[in-house]
T-cell receptor
Framework: KAGVTQTPRYLIKTRGQQVTLSCSPISGHRSVSWYQQTPGQGLQFLFEYFSETQRNKGNFPGRFSGRQFSNSRSEMNVSTLELGDSALYLC????????????????FGAGSRLTVL | TQLLEQSPQFLSIQEGENLTVYCNSSSVFSSLQWYRQEPGEGPVLLVTVVTGGEVKKLKRLTFQFGDARKDSSLHITAAQTGDTGLYLCAGAPDSWGKLQFGAGTQVVVTP
């Protein structure tokens, strides 16, 4: 089955702009999580959506937001971009959380690399 | 501050050598996972351990979960150049909790 697809793969923005990233999970997966990866901080959890509802949220400012659609596809948005937002943004999907079979088993996409100038 | 501390941060070895990567925490996890990430790709799950003291083997890779479920190790025997990558450990306090990642160990295996 198809893996997790993230678009775009690369993008360059300037400070103050906003950006929207898209993630299509594995078919049948209802949970989508977003992570920010930087060399200094590693993978930092942004938020998780399950059945169109935000279920968990990390410690990021309100400029970072997300949503999930009825087909489980998810988008994240970053407004008023800052230089420090340059990072690889990773999306991961998983099956039903809270069950032994699906708990926390993430399949990642290849990421969207954002550069803010 | 990382909830999960990985050591070493960087490891460079030659083909055929053995290596061990550590993942430590003061917190207890219901499960702990290891991922490998190659340049330009997302992390790929290698293994999940759920029972304290559990040992899992995946070909030349051996994963161990500490008895108290606070730490884990990854041992690679006779490393190959294909083992090069960023190794990440990740844990969650329970099945509903958000998965926390360590900062990773960059492993480079040279011919």
């Amino acid at each position: 089955k198809a893996g997790v697809t993230q678009t775009p793969r690369y993008l360059i923005k300037t400070r103050g702009q906003q950006v929207t990233l898209s993630c299509s999970p594995i078919s049948g997966h209802r949970s989508v999580s977003w992570y920010q990866q930087t060399p200094g901080q590693g993978l930092q959890f942004l938020f998780e959506y399950f059945s169109e509802t935000q279920r968990n949220k990390g410690n990021f400012p309100g400029r970072f937001s997300g949503r999930q659609f009825s087909n489980s596809r998810s988008e994240m948005n970053v407004s008023t971009l800052e230089l420090g937002d340059s990072a690889l943004y990773l999306c991961a999907s998983s099956g039903d959380r809270g069950t032994l079979s699906g708990a926390n088993v993430l399949t990642f996409g290849a990421g969207s690399r954002l550069t803010v100038l | 501050t990382q909830l999960l501390e990985q050591s070493p941060q960087f490891l460079s070895i030659q083909e055929g050598e053995n290596l061990t990567v550590y993942c430590n925490s003061s917190s207890v996890f219901s499960s702990l996972q290891w991922y490998r990430q190659e340049p330009g790709e997302g992390p790929v799950l290698l293994v999940t351990v759920v029972t304290g003291g559990e040992v899992k083997k995946l070909k030349r890779l051996t994963f161990q979960f500490g008895d108290a479920r606070k730490d884990s190790s990854l041992h690679i025997t006779a490393a190959q150049t294909g083992d090069t990558g960023l190794y990440l450990c990740a844990g969650a306090p329970d099945s509903w909790g958000k998965l926390q990642f360590g900062a990773g160990t960059q492993v480079v295996v040279t011919p």
